[in-house]
């Protein structure tokens, strides 16, 4: 399981669930970002469709190890 957050800093975070237990959250960058919802087209693949300050929108797809 995979929780991707926007953080109070504007950057995009993640999180995982392990064996019922969550990893500590990572940062994958970015700036701005108020906006953020994810889904899963395949498996091992993680889009993320943001919404930033000015209502820009932008997306990012990401393996299951949150690598760009």
Known sequence: LYLYVAGQDGAL????????KWTALK??????IIG???CSP???KTVVMLRG???VVG???FDNSGNK
């Open 27 to 32: 940062s994958l960058g970015g700036n701005g």
């Open 42 to 44: 395949n498996p091992g």
């Open 36 to 38: 953020l919802d994810a």
């Open 13 to 20: 975070w993640l999180a995982k669930k392990n064996f019922g």
């Open 53 to 55: 300050t000015g209502n």
């Open 59 to 61: 997306a990012a797809v």
